[in-house]
């Protein structure tokens, strides 16, 4: 059965499907500023991590599947609490007990599955959680002997309602299908074996480490690291990227790095001290692609275009946010990073600073990355605006309707006329061409500023600002439509009743700027580099297909294998079963065929921090 028909048995699956959020539907737009500036003003006053820290907390600790293995695995997913199809089609193959993938066959499913935010869009509430992320993993794994121990970190969305709803479902040792929680803040950390350990860290929206969250890690977790011990730290943005526009946001991962993991207050000395541990992979979701940041060795040849080979000393930052939201670009990805950045204020904490370069594989890669993006002004794409986001094209009619008609009194009071339908009736050829002069220098207007002003400022070209952008747009769409009106006037017959003109005017008006409105915004959007209109390129397409996850091993010598898994499509066909649990019978729905997973780059191993423990300086006791 398709969407439309498993929407339908929502009572006897106990969650309604939900269809892909149209970031670019007028009432989506209103509903998600509002909440985000409310997040912006009230976040400070609201943040419950300060009332957390009031909450019994300790360590966790990873679940094997086999008591007797000497592996373990572990599954990362982020962004995935969207549309039903791309939801579900991440969740089974992550509940899966094994996945057919070619080239190191198959994998398990992983004993600790780790939610890297974003678990419910486009806000956070109790309905949303229930029909976008719970009941869909649920459906994928209703059971498990092993119960697989699941952790989540709270992205943005998750945010905007101070975390109220996020806390109910992840922070109340709940289980969800066969996943069970045991994480009781916002945060956590998990021993893992072979002297690894696996951080979770809330920044609340990007800003800072709160202080009961810094004596939790301070307690639980730095005074427990020995030299040689290895550190996977996630957060729910990729803050390393775009440092040149944020050079401070990387600050808080770094005083993180320094101060809990590589060092760490001595009390009986009232000094700090190395801990000889490091952190090897620095893991986030946010931005809905994956891509993987290595870093540059000694040995490694110059060159920012340079290839890097695989090499297991390297520590990895990995961007792997496809569980289930619209696809992201990658083509503007820096090809390096310096961190900390140069005008960042903490440079001169590391001296010098950890060069990091993008890998050669992304997902998507470059070239369909640009693809991609234009098809948002591709009138044949599936994706194309209007198509995608009908709402926004009813939204630029009425505007342009209402523009319509206040440039035919403008014209008509030009015309020294009394009533815009006669002014209308009686323009002349040298008014159409002067209409349609005048679109056509609105609509290339902001490009020749956004020229100029880029040239003269950054030696390259550069889009102007949203409102001017938007206000000169508007102002072309509106000439253009009244001049295909005073085109019909003059092609109509005189006898046609005045309120008939006017009629069809305003559809003609709303028709044109319905499409060339939405037209006109998508060439911006595609304009734009920098900012929120450049992910509008993506958002706005809603894309359901080219999800991923990534699935790790931990072997027996203390190496970390990363498997970047990708599926190209997700699937539209489904079937329901009969469940029997603890709560009764119930049914859920079941992709039919099981989705195809394959791996976005050769697997990635990572070895374990290299620094030997010292025989004559145990580690500290934890309980000191």
């Not at 994480?183 to 893992?192: C, G, M, P």
């Not at 946010?286 to 390297?314: C, M, S």
Request: charged share 25%; with cysteine; net charge neutral.
């Amino acid at each position: 059965m398709d969407f439309a028909e498993l929407r339908g048995r929502a009572e006897e699956l106990g969650f309604t499907p939900r269809e892909p959020v149209r970031w670019l539907a007028p009432k989506e737009l209103a509903r998600t500023a509002v909440k985000v500036g409310l997040a912006a003003v009230f976040a400070g006053y609201s943040d419950k991590r300060e009332i957390q820290g009031a909450l019994e907390a300790g360590l966790l600790r990873a679940p094997a599947a086999d008591p007797d293995a000497e592996e373990l695995w572990i599954d990362f997913a982020a962004d995935l609490g969207d549309g039903f199809e791309a939801t579900a089609s991440v969740a089974a193959a992550l509940g899966a007990d094994r996945l057919a993938v070619e080239g190191p066959g198959p994998l398990p499913r992983g004993s600790l599955l780790v939610l890297g935010g974003d678990q419910v869009y486009p806000v956070a509430s109790a309905a949303a959680y229930e029909d976008r992320m719970k009941g869909p993993y649920r459906a994928a794994l209703p059971s498990a002997a092993d119960r697989p121990l699941m952790v989540a970190l709270p992205g943005n969305h998750d945010w905007y309602d101070g975390l109220t709803a996020f806390l109910r479902m992840f922070a109340q040792e709940n289980v969800i299908g066969g996943w069970q929680t045991r994480q009781t803040r916002s945060y956590f950390a998990v021993e893992l074996p072979q002297r690894w350990w696996l951080v979770g860290l809330d920044s609340q929206l990007g800003s800072y480490v709160d202080d009961p969250q810094r004596r939790y890690f301070e307690t639980h977790l730095s005074p427990r690291l020995c030299p040689g011990d290895s550190v996977i730290v996630c957060s729910a943005e990729p803050t390393w990227v775009r440092s040149d526009e944020r050079p401070d946001a990387f600050n808080s991962l770094h005083w993180f790095d320094r101060t809990i993991v590589r060092t760490r207050f001595d009390r009986t000395t009232g000094t700090r001290e190395e801990t000889g541990a490091a952190i090897r992979l620095w893991l986030t979701g946010d931005k809905h692609h994956y891509a993987r940041y290595a870093e540059r060795l000694p040995d490694d040849v110059a060159g920012a275009d340079a290839i890097l080979p695989p090499d297991p000393r390297r520590r990895q930052m990995v961007t792997c946010g496809l569980g289930g939201a619209y696809l992201s670009s990658t083509h503007r990805l820096p090809k390096a990073l310096p961190l900390p950045p140069d005008a960042s204020r903490m440079r001169a904490k590391d001296r010098p600073p950890t060069a990091f370069a993008l890998a050669q594989h992304t997902y998507p890669d470059a070239a369909e990355s640009r693809a991609l993006a234009r098809g948002i002004a591709e009138p044949w794409s599936r994706y194309w605006l209007p198509r995608r986001n009908p709402g926004f094209a009813v939204l630029a009619g009425a505007v342009q309707t209402v523009l319509v008609l206040l440039m035919s009194g403008v014209f008509a009071l030009a015309e020294g006329r009394h009533h815009p339908v006669g002014a209308l009736r009686s323009a002349g050829a040298d008014d159409v061409l002067g209409l349609l002069c005048t679109s056509a220098a609105l609509f290339l207007l902001p490009f020749v500023i956004g020229w100029w002003r880029g040239l003269l400022r950054e030696r390259r070209p550069r889009a102007p600002s949203g409102p001017v952008m938007a206000v000169l747009f508007q102002a072309a769409v509106a000439a253009a439509a009244l001049t295909v009106a005073v085109a019909i006037a003059r092609a109509v017959p005189s006898s046609w009743n005045g309120l008939v003109f006017l009629a069809v005017l305003l559809v003609v008006a709303a028709v044109i700027g319905a499409l060339l409105g939405s037209q006109f915004f998508a060439l911006w959007v595609l304009w734009t580099h920098r900012g929120l209109p450049a992910e509008w390129q993506m958002s706005g397409q809603s894309m359901d297909d080219r999800k991923g996850f990534l699935r790790m091993r931990l072997g027996p010598d203390g190496t970390l294998t990363l498997y970047p898994l990708a599926l190209d499509r997700t699937c539209r066909d489904w079937k329901v079963e009969d469940v029997e649990d603890a709560e009764g019978v119930w049914r859920r729905p079941v992709p039919d065929p099981a989705p195809t997973v394959r791996l976005i780059e050769e697997p990635v191993v990572i070895a374990r921090n290299a620094r030997r423990p010292d025989p004559d300086r145990p580690c500290p006791d934890p309980g000191r």
